[in-house]
Nanobody, 124 residues
């Protein structure tokens, strides 16, 4: 199992940007598919984005396409989620997840390792 720690959350105004980081330790990071999920109070955990082992392939939820960019730097054992043009509906706790897999996952149950989450709040 890989250990994950998110950082970079905070309070921003609508239209602003944040970059979340996911620092990994334990097993070699480049053997893990990585994903980002978010969860608002009273709502189910929602898929945001995922990236393949090498970073060559990505997939996004329709709600964030064109605004968010997922990336990774395997040499630094770190994944990223760049969030631009933020909207109040993006407000949630954001979680980094990883899975020892060759294919991308968009379902939370498919991921074995999770970070503790970082709060993102977007004001109107």
């Amino acid at each position: 199992q890989v250990q994950l720690v998110e950082s970079g959350g905070g309070l921003v105004q609508a239209g602003g940007s944040l970059r979340l980081s996911c620092a990994a330790s334990g097993r070699t990071f480049n053997v893990y598919v990585m994903g980002w999920f978010r969860q608002a109070p009273g709502k189910e955990r929602e898929f945001v984005a995922a990236i393949s082992r090498s970073g060559a392939s990505t997939t996004y939820a329709d709600s964030v396409k064109g605004r968010f960019t997922i990336s990774r730097d395997n040499a630094k054992n770190t994944g990223y989620l760049q969030m631009n043009s933020l909207k109040p509906e993006d407000t949630a706790v954001y979680y980094c997840a990883a899975d020892y897999s060759l294919v991308l996952h968009s379902t939370a149950s498919s991921y074995d390792s999770w970070g503790q989450g970082t709060q993102v709040t977007v004001s109107s």
